[in-house]
T-cell receptor, first 108, second 116 residues
């Protein structure tokens, strides 16, 4: 079993829809990262959170440490939100474990 | 402030050739790492470093070599390129030892490597 599972793997939605991407992990963690990778490759950090909820613009990330689950929400989605969203958690010995990513495509 | 600079962006190699992917950061980050990204596999750790003079292996280290002589630079060397090393490579860094010490991860723009 992978230590980080993301769902769905692929998601296509219409512009304006509310988007939810889920991340479940099997290891005990101190913090979790959400990353965004646009077509063409660049990866940027969206959030790092260890409890509760964080909001940045139309993006909201939540985490439930007890349930080992995090969600990334996008409100009023836009075609420019089309990207791969990746969650990552700490592994042993300063290593990071990445999910395989969720490919999001927002149709105009 | 350039962040994480990774070069080259694109490279084609012949089997058996060697090359070095360069990674430099100007943020005084202690933690630097190299990943490869393959379709359906996600990011996999090749090597990482928690400070100058210290390196360690990740999940897929075979065929790669690293060194960390300065805080700023963390080059990745392909010793004898093989078609299985065709991939997209990312360098990343974060402040302090361990990216989960409350620190953001910064990525380079990626290097597309094809081995023929």
């Amino acid at each position: 079993k992978n230590e980080v599972e993301q769902s769905p793997q692929n998601l296509t939605a219409q512009e304006g829809e509310f988007i939810t991407i889920n991340c479940s992990y099997s290891v005990g963690i101190s913090a979790l990262h959400w990353l965004q990778q646009h077509p063409g490759g660049g990866i940027v950090s969206l959030f790092m959170l260890s409890s509760g909820k964080k909001k940045h613009g139309r993006l909201i990330a939540t985490i439930n440490i007890q349930e080992k689950h995090s969600s990334l929400h996008i409100t009023a989605s836009h075609p420019r939100d089309s990207a791969v969203y990746i969650c990552a958690v700490p592994g042993r010995d300063d290593k990071i474990i990445f999910g395989k990513g969720t490919r999001l495509h927002i149709l105009p | 402030n350039a962040g994480v600079t990774q070069t080259p962006k694109f490279q084609v190699l012949k089997t058996g050739q060697s090359m070095t992917l360069q990674c430099a950061q100007d943020m005084n980050h202690e933690y630097m790492s190299w990943y490869r990204q393959d379709p359906g596999m996600g990011l996999r750790l090749i090597h990482y470093s928690v400070g100058a003079g210290i390196t360690d292996q990740g999940e897929v280290p075979n065929g790669y070599n690293v060194s960390r002589s300065t805080t700023e630079d963390f080059p990745l060397r392909l010793l004898s390129a093989a078609p299985s090393q065709t991939s997209v490579y990312f360098c990343a860094s974060s402040y302090s030892s361990g990216p989960f010490s409350g620190n953001t991860i910064y990525f380079g723009e990626g290097s597309w490597l094809t081995v023929v």
